[in-house]
């Protein structure tokens, strides 16, 4: 089953944080978030496993809450580079050779 | 050097027709994917493959036959194309175990 994102949509100006959630009713393993810009492939953030830290880089972190079975995207002081469509992909299983995405949330930096 | 290549990029054609659409990766990675993107933007996977092996076959009609002739390519071909098998479609791979998924550049299927 598909996880669920929110917002579906989010408009910023330059320098605000966003945060994108990812919220699945499986048990999970994994979630992975990739950017995607428009007529490009999607482009991989990050992964966070079960019983791992919470990741970061630059100014984009990520937590996975194993309980809730949910995630979360940080995106601090965002950059007009930011801007794009965001996805979560849940694995359950380790090793499991496939992602079920979400529906993606667009993200729109503004001057 | 690209990671994951597919060609070609884009493909018009009517419908009935058969095509193909190809993908190479030179990640050293085991497994293989294509992906369908539909105008919403769904990303749904279609095909799994680990070392050459099929390994997910997501309830996909037969009309669609991936083919991997070796762990660095995978193709997908496409026979008697419907108007509704119009999408982006996308091929990925990673490796078992660790990292994320790399994606191709995809192909945009337009069927008329």
């Known amino acids: 089953q598909q996880p669920v994102q929110s917002p579906q949509a989010v408009i910023l100006r330059e320098g605000e944080d966003a945060v994108i959630n990812c919220s699945s009713s499986?048990?999970?393993?994994?979630v992975h978030w990739y950017r995607q810009k428009h007529g490009e492939a999607p482009v991989f953030l990050m992964i966070?496993?079960?019983?791992?830290e919470q990741k970061g880089h630059d100014k984009i972190s990520a937590s996975f809450n194993e309980k809730k079975q949910q995630s979360s995207l940080y995106l601090t002081a965002s950059q007009l580079s930011y801007s794009g469509t965001y996805f979560c992909?849940?694995?359950?299983?380790?090793?499991?050779?496939?992602?079920?995405f979400g529906q993606g949330t667009r993200l729109t930096i503004n001057p | 050097d690209t990671a994951v290549s597919q060609t070609p990029k884009y493909l018009v054609t009517q419908m009935g027709n058969d095509k193909s659409i190809k993908c190479e990766q030179n990640?050293?990675?085991?497994?293989m994917y294509w992906y369908k993107q539909d105008s919403k933007k769904f990303l749904k996977i279609m095909f799994s493959?680990?070392?050459?092996?099929?390994?997910i076959n997501e309830t996909v009609p037969n009309r669609f036959s991936p083919k991997s002739p070796d762990k660095a390519h995978l193709n997908l071909h496409i026979n008697s194309l419907e108007l509704g098998d119009s999408a982006v479609y996308f091929c990925?791979?990673?490796?078992?175990?660790?990292?994320?998924?790399?994606f191709g550049s995809g192909t945009r299927l337009t069927v008329v």
């Open positions: 499986k048990a999970l393993y994994s």
């Open positions: 493959y680990n070392n050459k092996e099929l390994i």
């Open positions: 966070l496993l079960k019983g791992g």
């Open positions: 990925a791979s990673s490796q078992t175990g660790s990292g994320g998924y790399t």
């Open positions: 990640l050293g990675h085991d497994t």
């Open positions: 992909g849940t694995g359950e299983a380790q090793g499991a050779q496939k992602l079920v």
